[in-house]
C-alpha cells in the first residue's frame, strides 16, 4: 500500500491495484464529497461511523506540483479549462456545508486521471483542513493570525492582505479572487508584482486571450468583492 495524501480528515493510497480515498468527518461536508465523487469510476462506498471509504478505479492519481514540474510550470488550456470547472463546483459545494476555503496553494490539489495521456483528469481540491466555518452573513471569520508565505503570497484576496487585527472578517467571494490568481500561476509563473495589478494580469493570460477560462479568471479578479463570480460559459 502506498500513501499518495495523508492528513488528519482524509487519505488517499493505492492497495491491490485500486485507489482508496478515506474521509474523516465526513458527515459535516456531504454536498462537498458528492462533488469530488462526480465523474469518478467508482468501485465501492462504504461508511462506518464518521469514516466513509470509496474505492475507485483510476489510471493514476497525482498531485498538482507533480504535474506542474513535469509540464514545465505551464498547463495546458485543456487543464486549466477542467480544473476551473471542478473546483469552481467544489467551491460551490462547500458553500451548501457551510463552509469555504479562504485561499489556495499548489500543494492543496491532486488530479485523478483516467487514461494514460491526462486527456480525461478530474482535479480535486483536496487539504480539508483548509476547510472553515461560514458565519450567518456567508463571511469569513479571521479570529486566529495567520502569515502570508512567500511561497504562497500569489494565493492571497486583497481583503486578506488588508487585515491588520484580529478578530476581522472577509466577504465569502473573497475566496473567487485566490482562485482566479491560482489559476492564472498555473498557466505560468507570475512576474514580480503583477498579481494584484488587472491590466498586468491580462497581458499574463494573453495566450489564452478572449478564450472561455480567460473571461472565467477575470470574473474572479473584480476589485469589489460582490462582482466577482464562478462562472464558465
Known amino acids: 500500500m502506498s500513501d499518495i495524501y495523508n492528513s488528519k480528515k482524509i487519505n488517499i ?18 454536498s462537498y464529497i458528492g462533488s469530488i465523487l462526480n465523474g469518478l469510476n467508482i468501485i465501492s462506498d462504504t461508511t ?13 492519481i497525482e498531485t498538482l506540483p507533480k504535474l506542474l514540474k513535469m509540464k514545465k510550470d505551464k498547463l495546458s488550456y485543456l487543464h486549466l479549462k477542467n480544473m476551473f470547472i471542478d473546483i469552481s463546483e467544489q467551491i460551490k459545494s462547500l458553500k451548501n456545508d457551510d463552509k469555504g476555503i479562504l485561499f489556495f496553494d499548489i500543494k492543496d490539489i491532486i488530479i485523478i486521471n483516467n487514461d494514460d495521456v491526462r486527456y480525461d483528469s478530474k482535479f480535486i481540491f483536496i487539504n480539508m483542513e ?16 495567520f ?3 512567500k511561497k504562497t503570497k500569489h494565493f492571497y484576496s486583497p481583503e486578506l ?7 476581522s472578517n472577509v466577504p465569502y467571494n473573497s475566496c473567487y479572487y485566490s482562485f482566479g490568481l491560482f489559476i492564472s500561476f498555473c498557466l ?10 488587472i491590466e498586468c ?6 495566450s489564452i486571450s478572449k478564450s472561455k477560462v480567460y473571461w472565467a479568471i477575470l470574473r474572479t479578479l473584480q476589485k469589489n468583492p460582490n462582482d466577482r463570480y464562478l462562472l464558465f460559459i
Open 188 to 197: 505560468q509563473p507570475f512576474k514580480k508584482d503583477c498579481e494584484y495589478n
Open 201 to 206: 494580469i491580462k497581458k499574463h493570460l494573453e
Open 147 to 149: 502569515k502570508t508565505k
Open 13 to 30: 493510497h493505492k492497495k491491490n491495484g485500486q485507489y482508496e480515498i478515506v474521509i474523516q468527518d465526513h458527515k459535516f461536508i456531504h
Open 161 to 167: 492582505l488588508k487585515i491588520k487585527k484580529i478578530p
Open 48 to 60: 462506518v461511523d464518521n469514516k466513509r471509504t470509496i474505492k475507485i478505479k483510476a489510471h493514476s
Open 130 to 145: 483548509k476547510f472553515i466555518n461560514l458565519n450567518h452573513h456567508n463571511d469569513f471569520d479571521i479570529i486566529t493570525p
